[in-house]
């Protein structure tokens, strides 16, 4: 199954998405949806329900994108509900909550009545403490979370398990399941409503007139009333969108462990970056199961070695998890943080047209991206939707204004690397498989030495805003350390913003 990454997953590699074929040419459809991950399927799915006509591209395929990399929860939100109601109030918090739990029987209902084999399930997942002042978010949390009429129970620990964790909050009916299989299903059942699905087709931008707005791809063009924009990062806008969203690498590890050893349950702590814990039980005559354990979280192209992650991940996983044997996957996945905590659903700043926005989606993409669809396919349908003020892409960061500026500050600063030398001095310099940066005069240029040794030369210049690339030697490819935009070997955009790739360059 094609990715847009090197390494596999537990769920690519144990189930498929059907291929679908690139746009022929010039079409139209009432909605174009751009994006084939869950964000972009369920908007498709909930719009053809409602009787529209649905064209759904994606630059890859159905499924190569971020939700076959995710850990697949659904759970309360990373930010916590005592700082979104610190931040937005008691009302928007409460907004929050609705949302994700109307998301999450979303899924189930669709799972249900679509007949989808995804090993969906629901179950309790816990918060647990993680280093200082772990334990007075517990009691923060617990506080706010009954607040807002959540279902939550106080624990001296989490039952079940080896480790003492200390003191735990129960969310009760969280839920999970295999995203791969759930996409295959999806697609299914969007296709037999009559929606047009098409992989290998990368749009390159929107133009708004009075007959509506057209998509331009590499393979032609769509004319749509409205258009979806679920890209995981929006490649439309150059700045608007892309100072309140931030990249970062997460990291995950997958280890046997022997089947009946650990209860299925959720688990995630307050550490920072913070850790998130799953149970995936295996079918047939497995005699394992596979803890799913992520974290170790960075910024996109702030790490060119990250394989110490994945060891770092590994060693806090067996000192709490003794029955945990091998590790049988290793991957990494990209996700958007918004810059308040709270994602980007709904109308697009500064589009003419109908163009919507789901984005922003954190460490809680499935439920994020579900919601978002809900919300999107309301509005859509000119209908009142009560989430809108929360989500709104257009409004302002609600954070404290130094948090905002050394996110702003951080950004700015990957751009000394047009001030300094490459990071060697010539090609046989660079290990095969493997990538640097070399300073020829003015150009800095992105080299990368294949096992053969045949050398591929582009411009380290990220086109979305000429900010300079950075290798990642664990997925095989060049990174943006501005706003997450990443390209494989041949310089192809394997995630946006960027909508270019990578330009050729001739060595001397």
């Known amino acids: 199954m094609q990715t847009n990454a090197a390494s596999p997953s537990l769920w690519t590699a144990t189930a498929q998405v059907p291929s679908n074929p690139p746009?022929?040419?010039?079409?139209?459809?009432?909605?174009?949806?751009?994006?084939?991950?869950?964000?972009?399927?369920?908007?498709?799915?909930?719009?053809?329900?409602?009787?529209?006509?649905?064209?759904?591209?994606?630059?890859?395929?159905?499924?190569?994108?971020?939700?076959?990399?995710?850990?697949a929860h659904f759970f309360p939100p990373d930010e916590r509900y005592f700082e979104i109601a610190r931040r937005f109030g008691d009302d928007k918090a409460a907004m929050l909550r609705d949302s994700y739990e109307q998301a999450t029987k979303l899924v189930e209902s669709i799972v249900q009545s679509e007949q989808i084999t995804c090993d969906f399930r629901?179950?309790?997942?816990?918060?647990?403490?993680?280093?200082?002042?772990?334990?007075?978010?517990?009691?923060?949390?617990?506080?706010?979370?009954?607040?807002?009429?959540?279902?939550?129970?106080?624990?001296?620990?989490?039952?079940?398990?080896?480790?003492?964790?200390?003191?735990?909050?129960?969310?009760?009916?969280?839920?999970?399941?295999?995203?791969?299989?759930?996409?295959?299903?999806?697609?299914?059942?969007?296709?037999?409503?009559?929606?047009?699905?098409?992989?290998?087709?990368?749009?390159?931008?929107?133009?708004?007139?009075?007959?509506?707005?057209?998509?331009?791809?590499?393979?032609g063009n769509i004319r749509a009333r409205a258009v979806v924009v679920a890209t995981n990062t929006p490649f439309n806008t150059r700045v608007v969108m892309h100072t309140k969203v931030t990249g970062y690498h997460s990291y995950v590890v997958g280890l046997k462990v022997p089947r009946g050893a650990l209860p299925p349950f959720l688990l995630w702590d307050t550490g920072d970056p913070y850790h998130y814990v799953r149970l995936d039980a295996q079918e047939g005559e497995q005699s394992h199961d596979i803890l799913v354990v992520g974290g170790q979280d960075h910024k996109v192209g702030q790490d060119g070695t990250p394989q110490h992650r994945y060891d770092e991940l590994e060693a806090w996983t067996r000192q709490r998890f003794?029955?945990?044997?091998?590790?049988?996957?290793?991957?990494?996945?990209?996700?958007m943080e918004p810059a308040d905590g709270v994602a980007y659903l709904g109308r697009a700043p500064g589009e003419k047209g109908e163009v919507y926005l789901i984005t922003g989606d954190s460490g809680n993409g499935m439920t994020h991206c579900t919601a978002g669809a809900m919300l999107v396919a309301d509005l859509i349908q000119n209908r009142t939707n009560p989430w809108v003020p929360l989500y709104n892409p257009a409004r302002k960061p609600v954070r404290s204004l130094g948090e905002y500026m050394l996110e702003q500050a951080n950004t700015l600063a990957q751009y000394a690397d047009w001030l300094q030398g490459g990071e060697v001095s010539a090609p046989d310099r660079i290990p095969p498989g493997e990538g640097a940066l070399i300073r020829d005069g003015l150009k800095l240029m992105a080299v990368h030495r294949a096992d053969d040794g045949k050398l591929t030369f582009l411009s380290a210049a990220c086109p979305h805003m000429g900010c300079a690339v950075h290798w990642n030697s664990g997925e095989k490819s060049w990174d943006c350390p501005c706003h997450g935009s990443r390209f494989d070997i041949e310089g192809n955009v394997l995630h946006g913003p960027s909508a270019a790739p990578l330009a050729r360059m001739e060595s001397k």
Do not use: M
């Not at 369920?42 to 995710?70: M, Q």
């Open 322 to 335: 003794p029955q945990a044997h091998e590790v049988a996957y290793r991957w990494s996945g990209e996700v």
């Open 122 to 219: 629901r179950l309790d997942g816990y918060l647990v403490p993680a280093g200082p002042g772990g334990a007075a978010v517990i009691d923060k949390e617990h506080a706010a979370a009954l607040k807002l009429g959540v279902e939550v129970t106080r624990l001296l620990r989490v039952p079940g398990l080896e480790w003492d964790t200390g003191p735990a909050l129960c969310f009760h009916r969280q839920a999970q399941f295999h995203p791969v299989k759930y996409l295959a299903g999806l697609l299914r059942a969007v296709k037999r409503l009559g929606g047009q699905v098409h992989g290998g087709t990368r749009a390159r931008e929107l133009s708004s007139s009075a007959e509506g707005i057209t998509v331009t791809t590499e393979r």
């Open 23 to 71: 746009l022929p040419g010039d079409t139209q459809a009432d909605v174009c949806v751009v994006g084939g991950g869950i964000a972009g399927l369920t908007a498709a799915y909930l719009l053809l329900k409602e009787g529209r006509s649905v064209l759904l591209i994606d630059a890859l395929d159905v499924g190569a994108g971020e939700t076959g990399r995710t850990t």
